[in-house]
């Protein structure tokens, strides 16, 4: 009965949209509509049994939605001569960045990734009910806790989604693919929402130009799901060394780390102030680590994915530095080209950046169905990680499916509606269930302490 409701709902889903791009386009047997492969979710719609309903059959994790989110304020290199002694020329052969966008105060964490996760469901062209999992890679969430994901999971209206933040700097998006991409083939779940999500310029030292220059804001994101059809997500690796985590980082609030008491001790009270939540990095070390474990990752990825060097369609590498880029292109041998770069227009948005190359790459054309690329991030940690993903999905655009787009609106309208009167709920309850005050409820414990029984008392003190 109740398998048989979830079919029906199943089929409205996939036939009840009566938009352009019908059911009949796709040809039922987990085949793309539009070029005869690949999985048919993203610009396709699904017809192929959920793997709750073919928990025996093998499930694949592809990529079938993405879309991205910048602060419309640039500041380019020009702008950065203002702010510290730097020039256009030295940043520019340095790095390869020209400009960066700068978040408003409006543009939250959660903002951009909430824009780049409603994008990426209008490409993927599912519900935000239809997610099971949200994962925020960042390392500049709104708060220590609740999880930016879980923001973003209430702001989409993501209802049956968990969500959780994930830390790994610029790393952070690769390993919170894999997280993803694990869940679903072990059947577990559908559908995970992976956002790479930052606004570094929050947490930067604007009186330092080793790095002031070098970071950006944005957010990425894409909708992982599970299909039948060989390819998507094939290997991946995660590492860390944690013995270099003075070399770049943010101290917080709870940080009892050398680095933080040594520069507090040398610096004024005006001075910690913009040491606590700062980046720090060095730079020279980062580069020789970065330079060190690209190649070695990409060849591992490769070599599990049984795919040639030769075979390679594109790296879409983590965008710190042109000349990091240029150096694993030189140790691979491979035509600069076969590392995706737009340093120059971001700079380095962390864990945003490979989801953000990949929406420019896929818009570039330079993503087609039957290629074979490796996402490769490293930072902060030190971490790194390399995934290698045979893409199968359609990346042609296809005619917007109105019922569809409707409904998700109506969803996030009331996500929206619901945040509100929950929050007004909850302010009311609370006057009417009596004092909630922090005092009054310390001295409410205060009282349950001392009329405790302690039934573990020694035997000698009671005597006494
Ligand atoms: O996202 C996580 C991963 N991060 C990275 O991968 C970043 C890796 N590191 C880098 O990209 C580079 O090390 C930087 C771009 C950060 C620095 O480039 P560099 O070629 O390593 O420069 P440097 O730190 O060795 O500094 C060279 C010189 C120094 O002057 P002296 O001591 O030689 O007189 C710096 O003071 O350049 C000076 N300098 C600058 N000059 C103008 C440093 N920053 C600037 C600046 N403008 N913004």
Redesign the pocket.
């Known amino acids: 009965m109740a398998n048989d409701l979830w079919q029906r709902l199943q089929f409205w889903r996939d036939n009840g949209d009566g938009s352009e791009q019908s059911h009949a386009a796709s040809n039922g047997n987990g085949k793309h509509p539009a070029n005869g492969h690949g999985p048919n979710r993203g610009p396709g719609l699904s017809s192929v049994p959920t793997p709750f309903q073919n928990r025996n059959q093998k499930t694949y994790a592809h990529i079938v939605g993405w879309g991205m989110d910048v602060p419309e304020r640039i500041l380019t290199n020009k702008d950065?001569e203002a702010i510290?002694?730097?020039?256009d020329e030295?940043?520019t052969a340095?790095?390869g960045i020209r400009e960066r966008r700068i978040a408003d105060e409006h543009e939250s964490t959660t903002y951009l990734a909430l824009r780049a996760a409603q994008k990426a469901l209008t490409v993927a062209n599912i519900l935000p009910t239809d997610i099971d999992l949200i994962i925020v890679a960042t390392s500049t969430p709104e708060h220590t806790f609740p999880s930016t994901a879980s923001l973003v999971q209430d702001q989409l209206g993501a209802i049956r989604a968990g969500a959780y933040d994930l830390s790994a700097?610029?790393s952070g998006f690769v390993y919170g693919l894999d997280m993803a991409a694990a869940k679903i083939r072990a059947g577990d779940i559908e559908h995970a929402l992976v956002i790479g999500a930052e606004t570094m310029s929050r947490v930067l030292n604007w009186s330092d130009?080793?790095?002031?220059?070098?970071?950006g804001d944005g957010a990425g994101a894409v909708v992982l799901s599970a299909d039948q059809y060989p390819g998507g997500v094939v290997s991946s690796t995660l590492r860390s060394d944690g013995s270099g985590w003075d070399l770049?980082g943010v101290p917080t609030i709870g940080s009892r780390d050398s680095y933080l008491q040594e520069k507090m001790e040398e610096a004024d009270d005006d001075e910690n102030n913009h040491r606590m939540h700062r980046l720090h990095?060095n730079?020279?070390e980062?580069?020789r680590?970065?330079t060190r474990v690209i190649n070695d990752s990409i060849k591992d990825v490769l070599r599990m994915a049984n795919i040639e060097l030769s075979d390679l369609s594109l790296v879409i590498p983590?965008q710190?530095?042109q000349?990091?880029l240029e150096a694993a292109a030189r140790g691979l041998k491979v035509p600069v080209e076969m590392f995706y770069s737009n340093v120059a227009k971001y700079g380095?948005t962390?864990a945003a950046?490979i989801p953000i190359a990949l929406c420019e790459a896929i818009d570039e054309g330079r993503v087609k169905p039957g290629d074979n690329l490796v996402f490769i991030g490293?930072?902060?940690g030190l971490t790194w990680a390399a995934m290698a993903v045979q893409w199968e999905t359609d990346v042609t655009k296809q005619s917007p499916q109105r019922i569809m787009g409707l409904r998700r609106q109506l969803t996030y309208i009331y996500a929206q509606q619901r945040r509100g009167v929950l929050h007004q709920w909850r302010k009311l309850y609370g006057k009417v269930s009596g004092p909630t005050d922090p005092e009054s409820t310390i001295k409410q414990l205060r009282n349950k302490i001392a009329n405790l029984n302690w039934e573990d008392e020694p035997e000698e003190e009671k005597e006494k």
């Open positions: 950065m510290v002694e730097t020039n030295w940043i340095r790095t700097a610029c130009r080793g790095t002031c220059i070098l970071f770049l990095m730079g020279r980062v580069f680590f970065a983590h710190a530095n000349r990091i380095n962390s950046s490293f930072g902060g």
